[in-house]
Antibody, heavy 119, light 108 residues
Framework: EVQLVQSGAEVKKAGESLKISCKGS????????IGWVRQKPGEGLEWLGI????????RYSPSLEGHVSISADTSINTAYLQWSSLKASDTAMYFC????????????WGQGTLVSVSS | DIQMTQSPSSLSASVGDRVTITCRAS??????LAWYQQRPGKAPKLLLY???RLQAGVPSRFSGSGSGTDYTLTISGLQPEDFATYYC??????????FGPGTKVEVK
């Protein structure tokens, strides 16, 4: 069974750094694209970026490139979403999701990590 | 970039009703469309892909159709667990596979 288990909720202040994680199991982590999706309070889903762990090929949403970074560690089957300097506008639920082998839609999702950033 | 719109943004329905949600892309996307269901406080769940292919384990009351720029999700015989928000997503142009803004299905 495919499982994506995300790290717990975070409460931070603007300007702080943060790294949240997503551990995959039940599939071949290294050669499966995995991505991150943001959902701000009361809003819809926003595609942030994806990574191919085996070679770290990474694609970002142009609107967020430079503000977040995506990485992966194949030795522990874990993907990461990282900020060097958080903003209050980063307050959101963040989901990791596995991209289908068929095409680039998401067929398995993590449970979400709530990030709250105060100004 | 391909932009996605959905209509309506919300609708009220009763158990047993037939519900139709529309998704429109800003350019033709060649049936590269997925539908997701998100219940309150939960992660999204894939329902259909390829505009009409049912994901394994999804009830057959969910169906999809469309072509070019216009696509629909139909729920035939709404069940209590179907009250949720539904999102479409294009994956014709990668990266940045855009989601629609969502349609909330509420209890009438």
């Amino acid at each position: 069974e495919v499982q994506l288990v995300q790290s717990g909720a975070e409460v931070k202040k603007a300007g702080e750094s943060l790294k949240i994680s997503c551990k995959g199991s039940g599939y071949s982590f290294a050669d499966s694209w995995i991505g991150w999706v943001r959902q701000k309070p009361g809003e819809g889903l926003e595609w942030l970026g994806i990574i191919y762990p085996i070679d770290s090929d990474t694609r970002y949403s142009p609107s967020l490139e430079g503000h977040v970074s995506i990485s992966a560690d194949t030795s522990i089957n874990t993907a990461y979403l990282q900020w060097s300097s958080l903003k209050a506008s980063d307050t959101a639920m963040y989901f990791c999701a596995l991209i289908s082998v068929t095409a680039t839609f998401f067929d398995n999702w993590g449970q979400g990590t709530l990030v709250s950033v105060s100004s | 970039d391909i932009q996605m719109t959905q209509s309506p943004s919300s609708l009220s329905a009763s158990v047993g009703d037939r519900v139709t949600i529309t998704c429109r892309a800003s350019q033709a996307i060649g049936n590269s469309l997925a539908w997701y269901q998100q219940r309150p406080g939960k992660a999204p769940k894939l329902l259909l892909y390829g505009s009409s292919r049912l994901q394994a384990g999804v009830p057959s009351r969910f169906s999809g159709s469309g072509s070019g720029t216009d696509y629909t999700l139909t729920i035939s015989g709404l069940q209590p667990e179907d009250f949720a928000t539904y999102y479409c997503q294009q994956y014709y142009r990668s990266p940045q596979e855009a989601f629609g803004p969502g349609t909330k299905v509420e209890v009438k």
